[in-house]
T-cell receptor
Framework: AQSVTQLGSHVSVSEGALVLLRCNYS??????LFWYVQYPNQGLQLLLK??????LVKGINGFEAEFKKSETSFHLTKPSAHMSDAAEYFC?????????????FGSGTRLSIRP | NAGVMQNPRHLVRRRGQEARLRCSPM?????VYWYRQLPEEGLKFMVY????????ESGMPKERFSAEFPKEGPSILRIQQVVRGDSAAYFC????????????FGQGTRLTVV
């Protein structure tokens, strides 16, 4: 069975500061990993994904994440926070190649940006 | 290419009534997922469907909840005899291939049971 743990339900950083949102996963097969963002009263939008290949993946809005198999982590970072980054962020995992794959989500991290 | 369309966006039901939530996947997508988001919580997987088939319903409550994805028309999530605890945002997502790409999400249906 797969699972995702997001450390910290709420993270607050100053505008211009580094953003670090933590995600650890559990999977019995090579995972596919995702980060989604949810703005208030909206659906989820994909930020980035890892399937195979390069372990550092770059996404939209200046975000990136690194797949570290030894640490079973997929932390999301952005060098300099912007006010528009305030949102809920979800890490997710799927087992990719299974004929019955489903995406399992973490509980989310709410990112607040201080002026 | 229109995105995933969910309707209604907001639905109010009295306790004991039925709620029907509709999801039209993106054009060319034959895989549909339903998720539930309770207030202040993350997304919980409910059910995964392909056309005319339920592939995985391990997240569906045992009673009152059902889902279908007919050959023609949208996917329907049906909740019978709603209770206050069913109040949540219900999100539908679709994908063209299993696991090889991300799922595209609709904007959700916010169900309020009064």
């Amino acid at each position: 069975a797969q699972s995702v743990t997001q450390l910290g339900s709420h993270v607050s950083v100053s505008e211009g500061a580094l953003v670090l949102l933590r995600c650890n996963y559990s999977s019995s097969v090579p995972p596919y990993l995702f980060w989604y963002v949810q703005y208030p009263n909206q659906g989820l939008q994909l930020l980035l994904k890892y399937t195979t290949g390069a372990t550092l993946v770059k996404g939209i809005n200046g975000f990136e994440a690194e797949f570290k198999k030894s640490e079973t982590s997929f932390h999301l970072t952005k060098p300099s926070a912007h006010m528009s980054d305030a949102a809920e962020y979800f890490c997710a995992v799927s087992d990719g190649g299974s004929s019955a794959s489903k995406i399992i989500f973490g509980s989310g991290t709410r990112l607040s940006i201080r002026p | 290419n229109a995105g995933v369309m969910q309707n209604p966006r907001h639905l109010v039901r009295r306790r004991g009534q039925e709620a029907r939530l509709r999801c039209s996947p993106m054009k060319g997508h034959s895989h549909v997922y339903w998720y539930r988001q309770l207030p202040e919580e993350g997304l919980k997987f409910m059910v995964y469907l392909q056309k005319e088939n339920i592939i995985d319903e391990s997240g569906m409550p045992k009673e009152r909840f059902s889902a279908e994805f007919p050959k023609e028309g949208p996917s329907i999530l049906r909740i019978q005899q709603v209770v206050r605890g069913d109040s949540a945002a219900y999100f539908c997502a679709s994908s063209p291939l299993v696991g090889d790409t991300e799922a595209f999400f609709g904007q959700g249906t916010r169900l309020t049971v009064v």
